[in-house]
């Protein structure tokens, strides 16, 4: 292999190593992101459970005392 071929070899790895480390970057930047947003969606998810045992469902009826539709 001459010499020139090897130097446009190696450019061309160290082309594709930077985009690959571009790449990467934008894939954990990405990440972070949606790990933040599954934390809140979590916290989120906790607060709804907490404040429906504290209303202890007293606005939800049982089925069989609710009335048939009007359609019936």
Same mark, same amino acid.
Do not use: C
């Given at each position: ?8 070899? #190696?450019? =061309?790895? &160290?082309? $594709? @190593? ?5 790449? !990467? ?14 934390? #809140?969606? =979590?916290? &989120?998810? $906790? @607060? ?5 045992? !504290? ?5 939800i ?12």
């Amino acid at each position: 292999m001459s010499g020139e071929r090897v130097e446009e070899r #190696f450019v =061309e790895m &160290e082309m $594709k @190593l930077a985009y690959q480390d571009h790449t !990467v970057g934008e894939l954990n930047s990405t990440i972070l992101t949606l790990v933040n947003r599954v934390d #809140f969606l =979590e916290r &989120e998810v $906790k @607060l709804l459970k907490e404040r429906l045992s !504290v209303a202890g469902g007293s606005h939800i009826r049982d089925l069989s005392e609710e009335s048939p539709p009007p359609h019936y």
